[in-house]
Every structure is written in C-alpha cells, then in structure tokens.
C-alpha cells in the first residue's frame, strides 16, 4: 500500500500541538528521570500514565502484564487499528549525579536507556491525538509496556490477552509501532531501516562447581574461580574462529560471582551473559559450541559446568512495506534532511515479541548531545538531548495519521 493523500481534516498542525505542550512533556519526562522504577515494579510511572491518558480522554486499562498500561483512541470513521509502543521501566544501575540537574533519586536505579523519554513521547502523542479524535478514522491503541530491559515485558502483556478479541486492546492491531531514542545517533534525526534492525539475544547462565578449600592449599581444590576465568577467554575464539566473517555475533559476560573471603577458594562460581546474533544458524551453533566447549574445558580441570539459556528474544525484523512508507512519513515530518540511513545493530528489543504476532517497524530517533562525548546506553553517563522529544512526538504523530487510514 502507498501512502494516500490525506483528507484536510488530518493534517493536524503538529508543530503547533507540540508547541502547545513542549514545556509539560518536558517537565514529564524529568519527573520520570528523577523517579525511575525497575520492571514490572513501574507502580508511580503506570499511575501518572494512567491518570494523563484518561485526563485526554482515552479508555484506559491498567495491570496489564502486571504494570502494563493500554489505551484506546477510537476515531469516528472506518480505518486501520494502530499499535503505538512505549517501555516505562529503569535500569539497576547508579546515575552519576554531576551530570543533570535532575537526576535519579532512587538510589541504585536509572533510566539509562531513555525510557522515561519514551513515556513522555507516548503521552503527548496521544493527548494531541485526542484533542482531533472527532476527525481520526480506524482507532489508535496505545500500549504502555513495563520491564523491557528483562524481556518479559511484552510476553507479560501478551498473556494477558492484549492482541485478543474482548481483551485489554480490543483486539488484534493492523500495525505496530514504536521507538527509541539512540544516544549515539545525530541529535533530532530519525532512522528508518527496512529489515533486520536489532539481534536476537540469548541470556545465558553457567555454573562451574569445583572443591573447595584454602587458599593456602590449592593444589587440595579444583578452583572454579580460575576454571569461570579461563572459559571467557576460550569461550570468545568461538566468535572469532567459528562464526563466518560477514555473519555477526557478540558474547558478553556481565557478571561472574563467586567466594565469601580472601582465603576460602569456593566451591562454585557463576556466570552471567548474552550471545547476540541475526542469523539462526549461528545462534544454533553458538549455543551448542558454548555448552560443548564449557563442559569439556571445565572437565579438563577436574571441574563441572552447567549452561542454560534462560531468557530470549527474537530479532527485530522491520517490515519492508511498512519501514518504507514510515520513512514518508518520518520526512513529511522532519524534512528529507531529518532522516538518516544505518545498518543493524546488535542491542536487542523485546519490542520483536509484538512484531512476531503483527507486522511493525521500530524507529530510532537520535539524541546525542552536541559536543558532548559518547554517552552510551546502559552507562552512570547516559545522557539525552531533549530535542529528540521533540523529533519523536513529530514523526510518531505523523507516522499514525498516514498509516490510519484505509485506501
């Protein structure tokens, strides 16, 4: 399908809505920074959601995957069902506190990814929605997701029947929809890429069990502490020497844990990890090499390994028709200037989970700072550029009322 001329009545003058509304969204979103919550514990975050969304007159229902929030806009006139996505949960993590006004009050937690910007984004969104509702074909659901960074979020909502006839979004969506803000990426400018946008991953967990004893004395034991060290060395020669060059894959171990004290070699040791990957043939082989090879090379030293896949997630897959008149759109509302071409990049989304079920493209709006270092997602150093609320509110905006209506 093509984009269609749109009637009169849905060129809705956005700049002017956001104008209207700019110093509130973001007001919000430092209220969501100074406030974050981990997931499906986003109880503050889905009541202010809750309670906006009703204020600008959408059916609203909450608890949806335990903390989720879904909103329907029903417009007057026959269209598509549009899904709009947004994650509301934070980061385990400690902000460093020189570098916003506003920054986390929440000791040990973060909005380190910019999801209190996507919050705000999806709530004015939907409040200028609403003021025109009278002139809107089709109906606008708007799903407000808790603990993405867990990837259980979108499951959670789904099970809840969020895609089901008489459930909480009254039924299957033609499209779904969503963005993120990209700290890396040229402040304001939007990313629209057709196909293969972000990696599947793989959460992994191994346990090694040794025997212990006294430091004193090793020879006594078998360490797993050393066993944990010498498998992510050899553990890495599987991406470098076993996934072709031109394929891609990431092995990272975030966490390693074991002992109680300087002189007690423990008996076991933990490891905490994700493989990342597009292609299904290279996470199939890095999952059975990762078991074979930890299992053998912790044999070599007397040791025993245990590897589980705990937790995945599909890659996001942007649909080809679909990113295409999404990138229309994303120009109409930024200027051919304000959208910019990558390639795929290897984070992960649990935004792929509703992709599965309906076909969507997932946008990238950047947020760099001007002048400012890298300020990587998932860092204490995470920082945004606050035009890309602006950016984001404009091609979402545009992006709904070009693809409601029905030709």
Do not use: Y
């Not at 059916?59 to 995957?65: A, I, K, P, S």
């Not at 034991?221 to 394929?247: F, H, K, N, W, Y």
């Not at 300087?262 to 994700?274: K, Q």
């Amino acid at each position: 399908m093509a984009v269609q001329e749109q009637p009169e009545e849905l060129n809705i003058n956005i700049d002017r809505e956001l104008k209207d509304r700019q110093d509130d969204m973001i007001r919000l979103r430092r209220d969501f920074h100074q406030h974050p919550e981990l997931s499906f514990k986003e109880g503050r975050t889905s009541q202010i959601v809750a309670d906006r969304l009703a204020k600008s007159g959408l059916q609203v229902r909450t608890g949806v995957g335990q903390t989720g929030v879904v909103a329907i806009l029903e417009g007057k006139k026959p269209g598509r069902t549009v899904m709009w996505r947004a994650d509301m949960d934070a980061l385990p993590l400690q902000e460093d506190s020189e570098l916003l006004d506003f920054h986390s009050e929440v000791n040990g937690v973060m909005h380190a990814c910019g999801h209190d910007a996507h919050t705000a984004i999806g709530l004015t969104v939907a409040d200028i929605l609403a003021r025109h509702k009278s002139d809107l074909p089709g109906r606008v659901m708007f799903v407000f997701q808790p603990a993405e960074e867990v990837g259980g979020g979108a499951k959670a909502m789904l099970a809840d029947g969020l895609f089901k006839e008489g459930g909480p979004g009254g039924g299957r969506p033609d499209v779904t929809l969503g963005l993120h803000v990209g700290s890396l990426f040229p402040a304001g400018k939007a990313l629209v890429k057709a196909g293969p946008l972000m990696a599947a991953v793989d959460t992994l967990a191994m346990t090694i069990r040794g025997k212990g004893g006294h430091a004193a004395t090793p020879h006594l034991t078998i360490d797993p502490v050393m066993v944990a060290c010498e498998l992510v060395v050899a553990l890495q020669t599987l991406v470098s020497r076993e996934v072709p060059p031109m394929s891609a894959a990431v092995l990272t171990w975030g966490a390693i844990h074991s002992g109680t004290k300087d002189n007690i070699i423990p008996v076991e040791a933990h490891m905490m990890g994700t493989l990342r990957t597009f292609e299904p043939e290279v996470r199939k082989h890095m999952l059975e090499r990762i078991e074979s090879l930890s299992t053998n090379l912790a044999r070599a030293f007397r040791a025993e390994a245990t590897f589980r896949v705990t937790e995945s997630l599909p890659p996001v897959i942007n649909d080809d028709r679909l990113a295409g008149l999404v990138r229309e759109s994303a120009i109409r509302a930024l200027g051919a200037d304000g959208v910019i071409d990558g390639g795929q990049r290897m984070g992960s989304e649990d935004m792929s989970i509703f992709m599965e079920e309906v076909p969507g493209c997932f946008i990238t709006i950047g947020a760099a700072r001007p002048g400012d270092p890298p300020r990587p997602h998932h860092s204490p150093l995470f920082a945004m550029d606050e035009s890309c609320l602006d950016s984001g509110v404009k091609v979402a905006t545009r992006t709904i009322l070009d693809l409601l209506p029905v030709r």
